[in-house]
């Protein structure tokens, strides 16, 4: 455990945001690439998984703690 784990459907908080304004992102596709997806204006990257690594700050919400999403 390195304090960076994530899983799908969790909400992370990346170190820059987006230029919406939020800093919520979604993660909707875990592979060798993650898919997220902005939760303010729905707009949706593909980043390799290193990368994304690199890039979150922390996770915001898991997928357990909100079900139903
Ligand atoms: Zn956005």
Redo the contacts with the bound molecule.
Sequence with gaps: MNGKTFELGDVVEMKKQ?P?G?NEWKIIRMGADVRIK?E??Q?SVMIPRREFEKKMKKTLKTAQSAPGE
């Design positions: 987006h919406c939020t902005c303010g204006c707009h």
